[in-house]
């Protein structure tokens, strides 16, 4: 059903966090009210499936438009209530409250959107990704068919002007990058979407192409115009079965609509597009090894003596970008070069797409200019840290990002600030950490990770990795050396300088900016052998506070080797030999009596 | 055992070309929870490619594994939000309840445990998913129920 300005819509988010809170649920139960209640006599209605809505860990979000009443943690019992207010006041019950303890209805009163510019993810969660019609009458494919109307020189050009980056990490122009290609008489030629999204924490990819599939193939046949290529792959990752099958319906609804095929909209083009689905390796979101994954062999990196964009997937030259890059291409050109240019800083135009998780209060996908501040993004839009806790450190850029203390949460997010500082932008994850993250543990995590993930063809990458993750693991388990950090910053210098690929280049990152910015984690579990977070186990004992205990007995309760004892109201005690050191009982207690000092010996 | 004609029903699907030998390998990993020996040598055969090319994938890709899993498949995810949020309690929570780390099958087939990386719900971190159902923001001491609810039932005579 084609949507009228004035109907009534209720979209309910089925992206992949609020479907694994209930929402596909909360979808049914609202048509089943409708018809119960007999409501569709009387209002215009249209009940819609969208992508994330952003704030996921308030979901399942409801939005009822265009009143623009936004509704969170709804159940399928609210449905009965949610229909029945049709046309009148809001249920407050489901509203957002503010710091302040008050109701907003719309969306844009809760602070985490009211910072939000939204180029890339402008139709997720505002439209059925399945309907083409609707992504259509929100100005979709009008960018194609002005594009349809340029010469490919013109339409890389309004793309170079755009200043637009590759928003996968690296942050090279994509206008360049076209023009490399496009300057080959090599045909045929390809496009490349990559939609592997590695970074193991992050979802940004996932949920645009979930969210909005039209747009990231919108920008693909963009693309291809300007390279003039007349195929291109989506390369999605194994895990993101609900995007591939997005991704798949969207494009049979674009080639029944004459927008794929051999006849781009009468313009004589054509243009088909396919999928490949990951194989599970991190190393294959790199550009060579990506494409050899696509070519059915074993995903590994080739030294780039030669570009892609000479001879890339087949060995013919080939454009790889990533999902976001692509999204925001119909815009560029529907809107102008200059429109876009007018968002961001200097050297980084246009906005970014974050993954903003772990401590913070409002987890979830947001998108803000370039340029913003850590500190806007998690205190303004992300409410701060869970339980008010103290912040420790983010983590930006995934495994080869760094960590960034408090003390630069000033520092604006662009593709080149963060560099100076040991750590990166990166594709988009963020992850907040607070007192209780161990730091060395993280660095262990990532190391561990990448140490699993090099595909071991050169020799810095894989022993580096493999000395980093031994090392890493002696100081966590108590048996960290004197000189030890030291060792690590000279194998990671080794690594950054030698290794062939950008996995093996930037593995030692995480490493690297923890020792900078927390040494003095690594020496309390080094030189006291203790991990100050209660994280390390065979570092960690925690302890009752007999002061700050007040004998609730929620630790009891949590705790899964009922190691702790104590009667009501009074003082609770920590049986050592049966604490598995899993820290339930320090989250759930409302009074910080549960202490650690590091291990006793 | 998984027959030649099971085999032959996946390979046939796919043209003779290189390039499918991932999904090939894929859909057989679907189907019958690993990818088998005869499989192998199946696709090498209508691909024109040398069994030792698609073993090199079958060991490199984490998607596919040359060892039948579980029936159920419990992934828990260790991606980083769900690792600073306790990914490893969960993992202590499964090993106390059926005594399998991560890699291995119950003795009686029922269950295998993998560690997997971001499953894309990372706002509700930890999160385990198992056969496909998500649960969300787990703790420990919610494990035992948690798998009960996917265990095959015991048939009473
Ligand atoms: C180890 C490694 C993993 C990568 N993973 C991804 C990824 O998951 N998604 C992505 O878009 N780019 C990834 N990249 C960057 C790509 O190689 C490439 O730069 C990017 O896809 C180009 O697109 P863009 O210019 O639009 O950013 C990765 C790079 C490396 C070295
Ligand atoms: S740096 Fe690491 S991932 Fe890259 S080619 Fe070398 S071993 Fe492989
Ligand atoms: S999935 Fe619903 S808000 Fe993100
Ligand atoms: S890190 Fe676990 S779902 Fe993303």
Sequence with gaps: ?????????????????????????????????????GV?????????????SGMCEGGPIVRILPADIMYYKVRERGAKDIVASLGGDPLKRLLFKDARGERVTAQSENPFYAAQVKIALRNVGLIDPLSIDEYVARGGYEGLKRALAMTPDEIITEVERSGVRGKGGAGFPTGRKWRTAAGYDNYPKYIVCNGDEGDPGAFMDGSTLEGDPHGVIEGMVIGALAIQAEEGVF??????????????????????????????????????????????????????????????RVGEPRAKYIRSAERGLFNQPT???????????????????????????ETSKGTKVFAMVGKVKHTGLVEVPMGTTLRTLIYDIGGGIIDDRPFKAVQTGGPSGGCIPDSLLDLPVDFDTLKKYGAMMGSGGMIVM????????????????????????????????????????????????QGDVELLERIGATMQDASLCALGKSAANPVLSTIKYFRNEYEAHIDERRCPAGVCVKLTEFTIDPEACTGCGACLRAC?????????????????????????????????????????? | MVSNEEVSSIIDAYP???????????????TFNYVPENGLIATAEHLDCSVAQLYSMATFYKALSLKPKGKHIIKVCDGTACHLRGANNLVTGVKRELGIVPGEVTADGEFSLELVNCLGSCALAPVLVIDGVYHNKVKIDAIPSILKEHATPVVTQ
Excluded: W
């Design chain 1, 319 to 345: 454009v790889l970008n990533n999902v976001e890059t692509l999204a925001t291409i119909p815009y560029i050109l529907k809107e102008g070069a200059d429109a876009f240019a007018s968002v961001g800083t």
């Design chain 1, 560 to 601: 899964p080797t009922e190691a702790i004892s104590g009667a009501v109201k009074e003082t609770h005690v920590i049986d050592s030999e049966k604490c598995i050191v899993c820290g339930s009982c320090r989250e759930v207690c409302r009074f910080n009596a549960v202490v650690t000092e590091g291990r006793r010996a």
């Design chain 1, 1 to 37: 059903m084609t949507p009228t300005p004035d109907m009534t819509k209720i979209l309910v988010c089925c992206g992949t966090g609020c479907i694994a809170n209930g929402s596909l649920k909360v979808a049914r139960a609202i048509r089943d009210e409708i018809v119960a209640q």
């Design chain 1, 40 to 52: 569709a006599a009387t209002l215009d209605l249209l009940v819609e499936e969208t992508g994330c």
């Design chain 1, 434 to 481: 607070d007192d209780y993250n161990c730091m060395v543990e993280v660095a262990r995590y990532y190391v561990n990770f990448l140490c699993e993930e090099s595909c071991g063809k050169c020799t810095p990458c894989r022993e580096g990795l493999r000395q980093m993750h031994a090392i890493l693991t002696d100081i966590c388990e108590g048996r960290g050396e």
């Design chain 2, 16 to 30: 003779r070309d290189r390039r499918y030998a991932l999904a090939v390998m894929q859909d057989m990993q679907r």
């Design chain 1, 235 to 296: 390369y999605i990752r194994d895990e993101y079965a609900l995007a591939r099958d997005h991704v798949q319906r969207a494009i049979e609804a674009a080639e029944r609509a004459g927008i794929l095929g051999d006849d781009i909209l009468g313009s004589g083009k054509r243009m088909k597009l396919s999928i490949v689905r990951g194989g599970g390796a991190f190393v294959c979101g790199e550009s060579t090894a990506l494409m050899a994954s696509i070519e059915g």
